[in-house]
């Protein structure tokens, strides 16, 4: 079991700068998830941990043992990537025992080893069939099985759900977890998909053009995000954000949101955070509002979406797109006026000029 640092980690092809200065610590038997949109360096910071790449600058140490110039065999990683490596020659028992015979491990171990993990994997039932042949799903499932089956101390999984259909990769979320807790590997998976991330990973490292943004807990970058782009990044539908402006009244500070038709609260702590006349974004998560007979902001209902358990509202007028999640009851209309209210107490602000968060005073 190692532990991966990585420290002010870069990576730049010609002129092209895809990391920049990436510092992560990932300890011993996590499991960090790489979540961002395509092109964000995933792929790229994923191959420098692996040794498919070298690093531009910075470092890569497992533990204490430094990488650079370590080739990926010696790496003691395993690697799955979004298209599966497969023999499909061979049957699945030998796609799964052909790094245990490779290694030279005994036939008796191997056979059990090969047993155990098709188990696991409910490929016990097709263990003697050959590959070629077998669906997407099953193929994307041996292949980590093949590699998790050599138990490498560091498990590196690139996009490995993304060609699985939907209601497979559900199944392999909850699988995929259970095979780290019980090997207990260090695990980094790349991913664009926030549920993916949110509900496997220990931490998420969320980036974006090549930086790393924040890293945290799934609930805490959830319910803090460090700026904008993690703020809608996150949660489906994302945060609202909303842009306005700090106005100081005779009732204390507070945030005109313009042409939303909004002058909304603060709390005492981001008044203390705020100046007259700063230009701010106004989050909140589209499950933080209620529609209400009174109090509220007047907006008509652009579309309404039923997603079964819940039901997303579209609501917008020229200055302003909303999108609240309510039970799957809820009474509206596309082109009816709604009133919204929104809960104070969960409001995230954001500088308009920087996008971070604006971290609220004491
Ligand atoms: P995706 O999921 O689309 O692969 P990603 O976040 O994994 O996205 P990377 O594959 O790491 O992104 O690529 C980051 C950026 O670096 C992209 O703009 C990509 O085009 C560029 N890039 C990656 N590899 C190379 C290369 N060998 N030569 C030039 N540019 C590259």
Do not use: W
Request: glycine share 10%; hydrophobic share 45%.
């Amino acid at each position: 079991m190692t532990a991966i640092h990585l420290e002010n980690l870069s990576k730049s092809f010609g002129a092209f700068t895809a990391l920049k200065g990436m510092n992560l610590d990932i300890a011993d038997g996590e499991f960090v998830a790489l979540l961002g949109p395509s092109g964000c360096g995933k792929s790229t910071t994923m191959n420098m941990i692996s040794g498919l790449l070298e690093p531009s600058e910075g470092s890569i140490r497992f533990g204490e043992r430094d990488m650079r110039g370590v080739p990926m065999g010696r790496r003691g990683v395993g690697f799955v990537f979004q298209n599966y490596a497969i023999f499909t020659h061979m049957s699945v028992y030998d796609n799964l025992a052909y790094g245990l015979k490779a290694t030279g491990v005994a036939k008796a171990e191997r056979d059990r080893r090969v047993k155990d993990m098709a188990e696991f994997l409910h490929l016990t039932p097709m263990l003697n069939k050959p590959s070629a042949g077998l669906s997407v799903n099953i193929l994307q499932r041996l292949a980590i099985g093949r590699s998790a089956i050599m138990e490498p101390a560091i498990f590196l999984l690139d996009e490995p759900l993304s060609n699985v259909d939907a209601a497979f990769r559900a199944v392999m979320r909850t699988e995929l977890k259970h095979l780290q807790r019980q090997f207990r590997q260090t695990m980094v998976y790349v991913t664009h998909d926030q549920l993916e991330a949110m509900t496997m990973a220990d931490r998420i490292a969320v980036m974006d053009h090549g930086k790393l943004l924040q890293v945290g807990t799934p609930i805490d970058v959830y319910n803090n995000p460090s700026n904008v782009f993690v703020a809608g990044f996150l949660g489906s539908p994302g945060m609202n954000l909303l842009k306005g402006m700090i106005v100081r009244t005779d009732l204390g500070m507070r945030a005109d949101l313009g042409d939303a038709g909004l002058s909304a609260p603060l709390s005492s702590a981001q008044e203390k955070s705020v100046s007259d006349g700063q230009a701010i974004v106004y989050g909140f998560r589209p499950e933080h509002c209620q529609l209400t007979g009174d109090d509220g902001i007047r907006l008509p209902v652009t579309f309404v979406e039923r997603i079964g358990a819940r039901t997303i509202l579209h609501l917008g007028n020229k200055g302003a797109s909303i999108k609240g999640v309510f039970d799957n009851d809820v009474v509206a209309r596309s082109g009816e006026i709604v009133t919204l209210s929104i809960d104070h107490a969960n409001i995230r602000l954001f500088d308009a000029g920087s996008g971070d968060a604006i971290v609220e005073a004491r």
